[in-house]
């Protein structure tokens, strides 16, 4: 299939799906987005103040209303589908999403500091499904007490500690960094690295430009690539080809495999 003809294909599966009901998560303001073939879909959504899992009827290409929020069972049917990881809760970003060493966590009622939860990872969010409670619980307790007198994470001797629990608390601890390299910098080289890993690419380099990313990056052929990606949820503004202005229904991950497919034509 060229590219020109998955660009059509998916603008008439659009088409085809108006009226259609779909269950979706929405973290970003006015935006549900959906992973259907390996591809991701984003569409507009009113109300825009609507946050969590919710059921939406798609209205006009690239647009959905809200109609409920989805009940217990769906969110529990939706979660089912993605694989689940353990990681430790360690700075509440904003209301019921924390942040963690894999990500952010998003749909958490009630957190603590350094409490183990197990979360679903869609792709690219992970949803909170529970606590895991089968360990020993005043664990997170004294790595919290660790961390306020200034323990290093070396230096942590705990009973029990796994390295995912090191490694959690050590980016809480003051980092120490070369000379010249900015922390954010480094947060921002893993966040791209990783996005780029899970579609099959590699990171050569970046820079930060307001509030995008100019990525020059390898798909999984060493074919070079130059992508304008927005800062805060690394969907794509600019893929470095034509897409005929569906640019923004993908993401950092998945264009990786659009753009390789799109050489086979």
């Known amino acids: 299939m060229t590219l020109r003809a998955l660009v059509q294909r998916l603008a008439q599966q659009e088409l085809d799906w108006q009226g259609r ?3 979706a998560p929405v973290v970003a303001p006015g935006r549900a987005r959906v992973r259907l073939q390996g591809l991701v879909y984003e569409f507009r959504t009113q109300p825009e103040d609507f946050r969590g899992f919710g059921v939406f009827r798609l209205t006009s290409p690239g647009s959905a209303e809200f109609v409920r929020s989805a009940d217990p069972p769906e969110r529990e049917k939706y979660l089912k589908l993605w694989p ?19 990500g952010l966590v998003h749909e958490v009622e009630r957190g603590s500091l350094f409490e183990l939860v197990e979360a679903a990872f ?9 606590s895991v409670l089968n360990t020993r619980l005043a664990l ?41 390299v900015d922390v954010q910098e480094l947060d921002d080289h893993g966040r791209l690295s990783r996005a780029l890993q899970r579609g099959g690419g590699s990171l050569r380099s970046f820079t930060l430009d307001g509030d995008s990313f100019q990525v020059h990056w390898e798909d999984s052929r060493g074919t070079t690539r130059f992508s304008r990606i927005r800062k805060n949820d690394l969907t794509v503004l600019s893929s470095g080809i034509c897409l005929s202005e569906r640019d ?17 034509w």
């Open 84 to 102: 689940r990881r353990q990681a430790r809760l360690l700075r509440e970003v904003s209301p019921g999403s924390w942040m963690t060493l894999f």
């Open 122 to 130: 869609d792709g690219r969010n992970l949803w909170f499904c529970r």
């Open 248 to 264: 923004s229904d993908f993401d950092l991950t998945s264009l990786v495999g659009v753009l390789e497919e799109g050489d086979d």
């Open 140 to 180: 997170a307790e004294e790595m919290a007490r660790a961390l306020r007198g200034d323990v290093a994470a070396e230096e942590l001797q705990l009973k029990g500690l796994t390295p995912m629990d090191r490694a959690s608390f050590a980016l809480l601890v003051k980092p120490v960094v070369r000379v010249g």
């Open 21 to 23: 009901h779909l269950l």
